[in-house]
């Protein structure tokens, strides 16, 4: 049994603080009803890799502070801009129940905070515990500005699982040695795809595989016999990532902030965007002992991908084992290959609502509208027939429903609720695609996409399925797919195209998962329902953001119901304006 110990820091400041905000004040949080927090946008220099690069942080933290609360908590969060970039703050997973005007994505729900303004997020958690995620949405400056949510059970309730002894947020990211944002800049520019990063961390540290960052390494410190709860969350731009513990098991109990029934497993895979809470049990024999865990990425593309790990110290007591001069390799964790679709797919099958009296899964049975959507990428013409470095000097671009998304230059949100979208948006989005093909087979010749704001309008309280297809146009690879405002339920995936007269009749209508991010399977498909009963601009879209870059995504505008507490609430006084 491989072990080792090695003198590493074990973390950032900002690690010791989430844990002592589990640990400390949770007699505080089972009293206080609204919280309270500020959020300062500043530039930071951080060395990572030999290199230091000036990146934007929130209170100086990277990752950024944790946003803690119980079920049923209102809070309010101040975002002060201090840097020269516009800035939004996503609530991922949050439900935002009437109040979309704090969901955060630029151009969708708000105008983005300049320079020196600030606005506050106001929001109530209603129906959610478990762990989500906050980040930057506009651009890639998620990159760096991104945290963790916890949200504890509701005062004298517990856990429908073994108490932990303690809990510990791992937040996987991405480090670039440059700034993120000409990275995608230049992408846009050329119309080729991005340079990719050039390490994975683990709480903001690289590990020690890669240069110089033996001393940047997450140490987590165990007690032998003791349940740890692990709060996983990917906030990585751009990759899926297998995670896992050298000689440990995990049992995974929640994803997206969603209880689940229980399953043991040797590897998580997580989509960025996705959450999940596990239980790890350390061994009663470990006395003094490290192991390692390790996380690498899921990758289908054809893109270039980065295939390295970043590792981190599971460290049992006060060992004082010397790490072996070679060989380091053989005590990394084993995980998938990076191109292991039948593991992420069988993985995504055991997750289970729990679906018992107190946690129900509320699976929309019937359904008033279905949407059959293809998602992947295509082309576009090179501008100014300038030559471009994309499929046959084209640009890179992405649809859903051969609809490459466009911003536009302000927020969806108001333009609706003012009843000034003529200019702004269309509601033309089509359910299905207008032009079918074999989705997953031989690709069409004519790989362009078409360029449009269009939204879908759903009536208040619609029960909805979505069927999101993936295609081979460029290359079958995964689409984790977000959904704003909503959770939904995951009631059946398969490979090939979908087949409306043969699939319906396996779904799962008993106990799915319930999720605010899907995965798209690689040449596949993912089917899934919601009640269309928070009445809004939702955003969908790709959560790798170079899909969302180039255009896959799209809005869903929420009636209004016929009863007060069913309607969208006017703006507050301090929205951001364009």
């Given amino acids: 049994m491989a072990s080792f110990h090695l003198p590493l820091r074990s973390s950032m400041a900002a690690l010791p603080v989430v844990l002592c905000v589990l640990s400390c004040f949770l007699p505080e949080l089972a009293f206080a009803k609204t919280r309270h927090y500020t959020f300062n946008i500043r530039y930071q220099n951080v060395t990572r890799l030999c290199h230091t690069v000036k990146v934007l942080t929130v209170n100086r933290r990277l990752p950024g502070p944790p946003l803690v609360a119980r079920e049923g908590d209102r809070v309010l969060i101040k975002v ?12 991922h997973g949050v439900r935002q129940l009437r109040t979309g005007w704090a969901d955060g994505p630029a151009y969708v ?7 020196g303004q600030a606005y506050t ?4 958690l209603k129906g959610q515990r478990g762990t989500l995620l906050w980040h930057a949405h506009i651009s890639w400056l998620r990159a760096t500005i991104h945290g963790p949510i916890i949200i504890l059970p509701r005062r004298n309730e517990s856990y429908p699982f073994e108490k932990p002894h303690r809990e510990a947020p791992i937040v996987f990211g991405e480090w670039f040695n440059v700034d993120p ?13 991005p340079n990719v990063s050039d390490a994975y961390t683990i709480n903001g540290l690289p590990g020690l595989l890669y240069n110089c960052s033996s001393n940047d390494t997450f140490k987590l410190k165990v007690k032998p016999g003791k349940t740890y709860l692990l709060r996983l969350i990917n906030a990585a731009l751009n990759d899926e990532l297998f995670f896992s513990i050298a000689n440990h ?194 690709p069409p010749n004519n790989t ?60 799962n209508l008993v106990d799915p998962v319930e999720r605010n991010t899907a995965g798209v399977p690689t040449g596949g498909w993912v089917a899934f329902r919601f009640f269309a009963d928070n009445p809004g601009v939702w955003f969908m879209h790709c959560h790798l953001d170079v899909h969302t870059s180039w255009g896959l995504r799209m809005a869903w505008i929420v009636l209004d119901g016929p009863k007060p507490n069913q309607k969208l609430p006017p703006p507050p006084a301090d929205l951001p304006k364009c």
Wanted: charged share 10%; aromatic share 12%; hydrophobic share 40%.
């Fill in 109 to 115: 729900t708000q105008c983005p905070i300049q320079t």
């Fill in 181 to 193: 944002e000409s990275v995608i800049q230049q992408a846009l520019q050329t119309g080729g795809g």
């Fill in 121 to 124: 997020y106001n929001f109530t």
């Fill in 80 to 91: 002060i801009n201090h840097v020269a970039e516009n800035v939004t703050i996503h609530w």
């Fill in 249 to 442: 098991s995990l049992t995974v109990v929640d994803a997206d902030a969603s209880y689940v029934k229980p399953f043991q497993t040797d590897v998580v895979l997580l989509s960025p965007g996705q959450t999940s809470n596990v239980l790890l049990k350390t061994n009663p024999n470990f006395t003094n002992a490290t192991f390692f865990m390790a996380a690498r990425p899921y990758a289908t593309g054809q893109g270039t991908f980065d295939n390295s790990t970043t590792v981190g110290i599971l460290h049992y007591g006060h060992s004082s084992i010397p790490i072996p001069a070679t060989g380091i390799a053989s005590l990394i964790p084993k995980l998938p290959a990076i191109n292991d679709t039948n593991f992420v797919f069988n993985f995504s099958r055991k997750l289970r609502s729990l679906a018992n009296a107190k946690f129900p899964a509320k699976v929309p049975q019937t359904v008033d509208r279905k949407f059959f959507l293809t998602v992947g990428l295509g082309t576009a013409p090179c501008p100014n027939n300038a030559t471009c470095q994309g499929p046959n000097g084209t640009k890179f671009a992405a649809s859903i429903n051969n609809v490459s998304f466009a911003l536009p230059s302000t927020a969806l949100l108001q333009a609706y609720f003012s009843r000034r979208a003529n200019g702004v948006y269309r509601t033309d989005l089509p359910a299905r695609p207008i032009f079918p093909f074999n989705y997953t087979g031989t």
């Fill in 448 to 507: 362009f996409v078409s360029n449009s704001t269009s939204l879908v309008v759903l009536p208040f309280n619609a029960s909805v399925e979505v069927v999101l297809q993936g295609t081979s146009i460029l290359g079958a690879e995964s689409h984790p797919l977000h959904l704003h405002g909503f959770n939904f339920y995951i009631v059946g995936e398969g490979f090939g195209n979908f087949d409306p007269n043969k699939d319906p009749a396996n779904f």
